[in-house]
């Protein structure tokens, strides 16, 4: 899907490695139990990796909203503990960004506004979300009714 020579497609198989790799960036079990029950649920568009010497040392996760129908949730995204800070995930962002621009699709992400804004993503406006809109950001089109409502899929918990 995205920068064949940085982010490849994920291999069936890598999903153990995946899931260390998400055991290991975050503090709890959270990112690693939406991503099993959103491949349970079909809800997963797309799983892109960054492999350095046959490791998996990024990870990224799309997944369909519920609605808006068509637009996609970026959750998770990872990077290993000892290559955090050394670019790697704003540079998986930005080639997200571009792709979701050239395509015109709309791509959003709950997370910290000063990372995400830096590589390419703008705050969601107009939108409704069941978790903080002043942390909700979206790249590609985005183009909406004002007020309309973020359904995230189901792994998400809401």
């Known amino acids: 899907m995205i920068g064949r020579d940085f982010m490849q ?3 069936a198989g890598e999903e153990k490695a995946v899931e260390a790799l998400l055991n290991a960036a975050f503090p709890g079990p959270d990112e690693a139990r ?3 029950a959103l491949r349970k649920s079909g809800e997963i568009a797309g799983e892109q990796v960054v492999r350095e010497e046959g490791q998996i040392v990024g990870y990224l996760a799309l997944s369909r909203f519920r609605a808006p129908e068509g637009w996609l949730c970026l ?3 990872a990077v290993a503990p000892d290559r955090q800070g050394q670019g790697i995930g704003r540079r998986m962002c930005r080639m997200l960004v571009g792709w979701a621009e ?4 709309t791509i959003v992400v709950l997370g910290e506004p000063e990372f995400y804004s830096r590589a390419g993503f703008r705050m969601a406006e107009g939108l409704a979300s069941p978790f903080p809109i002043d942390h909700t950001l979206v790249a590609g089109p985005a183009r909406a009714p004002q007020g309309s409502r973020l ?3 189901r792994a998400f918990g809401t």
């Open 9 to 11: 497609e994920m291999r």
């Open 34 to 36: 939406i991503v099993r």
């Open 75 to 77: 959750a998770p995204i």
């Open 102 to 105: 050239a395509a015109g699709q």
């Open 151 to 153: 359904r995230y899929p």
